[in-house]
């Protein structure tokens, strides 16, 4: 069975940083390509990152070009997001996704909270 486990999420002012990680189980990690989503209320949820199984190919929307990056370690079973300069509309529940024997599995989210 599949788990996805993020972590890392937290309140932080504007212009701010924060690392999150997903951390999974239950499947080979490495040949799979890895998503980060998130969703705030009353809005639909947004890919904020995508990166390949060997991490040749990431992309990202414009929303957070430049300021986000995705990364994996395919040794321990994890994928992180680096979030800079954060703004108010980047608060939201951020998940983890994988595509994954003909479903779309994801975590439970860790919350991020932009505010001074």
């Known amino acids: 069975q599949v788990h996805l486990v993020e972590s890392g999420g937290g309140l932080v002012q504007p212009g701010g940083s924060l690392r999150l990680s997903c951390t999974a189980s239950g499947l080979n990690f490495r040949l799979y390509a890895m998503n980060w989503y998130r969703q705030s209320s009353g809005k639909e949820r947004e890919l904020v990152g995508t990166?390949?199984?060997?991490?040749?190919?990431?992309n990202y929307p414009d929303s957070v070009k430049g300021r986000f990056t995705i990364s994996r370690n395919n040794v321990r079973n994890t994928v992180h997001l680096q979030m800079n300069n954060l703004k108010h509309e980047d608060a939201a529940g951020y998940y983890c996704?994988?595509?994954?024997?003909?479903?779309?599995?994801w975590g439970r989210g860790t919350l991020v909270t932009v505010s001074a």
């Open positions: 996704d994988v595509r994954h024997g003909g479903l779309e599995l």
């Open positions: 990166i390949t199984s060997n991490g040749d190919t990431i």
